[in-house]
């Protein structure tokens, strides 16, 4: 009996359908295998540069948590993990110790010598120096050079010397100022060095007209 009201279902478009999402679906699986395993190949790789590479052996730190808790630093092919439990003590002393302004920078090879503070600290790296044996001859400012060679001013000139006395001579016990001189343009200052009581020489000072400390010159010096 015919039923010509009877609409017929697309049997053949759903089965086509279905096909093509079965295709669709294996290929998108196909994708994802293709994709994980280049990550997988990828990170094999990496790790296996890291373990051959020498560079990265032994410095490569990790962090590990000791049974009670504490961080404790450890290198990969550590064998002992006492060796690596924080000490709390000497971080809070290092610490303190960076934090201080008047720390001494570390690339100082050496401490500075009584000369090197005489030249570049009171006298500012202005002045030549002239030497007899091992002793300090003469201080002059060298004429000529500018402004970046002016006179510095040096308020107390004995208290210079007794400061720097064993640049001058050996084994002096005392500086003493003496009867000095001046003229329109420059004024001298002698001062004795005094060794058993006795003068083993003289340090003759020149100022400028300004008062500014201009040369030095040590008389009779002994060795």
């Given at each position: 009996?015919?039923?010509?009201?009877?609409?017929?279902?697309?049997?053949?478009?759903?089965?086509?359908?279905?096909?093509?999402?079965?295709?669709?679906?294996?290929?998108?699986?196909?994708?994802?295998?293709?994709?994980?395993?280049?990550v997988?190949?990828?990170?094999?790789?990496?790790?296996?540069a890291?373990?051959?590479?020498?560079?990265?052996?032994g410095?490569?730190?990790?962090v590990?948590?000791?049974?009670?808790?504490?961080?404790?630093?450890?290198?990969?092919?550590a064998?002992?993990e006492?060796?690596?439990?924080r000490?709390?003590?000497?971080?809070?002393?290092l610490?303190?110790?960076l934090?201080?302004?008047?720390?001494?920078?570390?690339s100082?090879?050496?401490?500075?010598?009584?000369?090197d503070?005489?030249?570049?600290?009171?006298?500012?790296?202005?002045?030549?120096?002239?030497?007899?044996?091992?002793?300090?001859?003469?201080?002059?400012?060298?004429?000529?050079?500018g402004?970046?060679?002016?006179?510095?001013?040096?308020?107390?000139?004995?208290?210079?010397?007794?400061?720097?006395?064993?640049?001058?001579y050996?084994?002096?016990?005392?500086?003493?100022?003496?009867?000095?001189?001046a003229?329109?343009?420059?004024?001298?200052?002698?001062?004795?060095?005094?060794?058993?009581?006795q003068?083993?020489g003289?340090?003759?000072i020149?100022?400028?007209?300004?008062?500014?400390?201009?040369?030095l010159e040590?008389?009779?010096?002994?060795?």
């Amino acid at each position: 009996m015919d039923r010509p009201n009877l609409i017929q279902f697309p049997v053949e478009k759903t089965r086509k359908s279905r096909e093509d999402v079965s295709v669709q679906l294996s290929i998108n699986s196909l994708t994802d295998r293709r994709r994980i395993g280049f990550v997988l190949s990828l990170m094999s790789v990496v790790m296996m540069a890291v373990y051959l590479n020498p560079q990265t052996q032994g410095n490569f730190d990790v962090v590990r948590y000791s049974a009670d808790g504490g961080r404790m630093i450890a290198s990969v092919n550590a064998t002992d993990e006492a060796l690596f439990i924080r000490n709390e003590d000497l971080e809070r002393h290092l610490a303190s110790e960076l934090a201080k302004p008047s720390r001494i920078p570390a690339s100082v090879g050496r401490q500075p010598t009584s000369e090197d503070l005489l030249r570049d600290e009171d006298l500012k790296s202005r002045y030549r120096f002239e030497y007899r044996d091992r002793f300090i001859s003469k201080i002059f400012l060298p004429e000529g050079q500018g402004l970046d060679y002016k006179p510095v001013e040096i308020q107390d000139r004995q208290r210079l010397l007794e400061k720097y006395k064993e640049l001058f001579y050996s084994d002096v016990e005392a500086v003493e100022p003496q009867v000095g001189s001046a003229d329109s343009n420059l004024r001298e200052e002698t001062y004795a060095f005094i060794k058993n009581k006795q003068v083993v020489g003289r340090a003759r000072i020149t100022l400028d007209r300004y008062g500014s400390f201009y040369s030095l010159e040590i008389e009779n010096q002994a060795n």
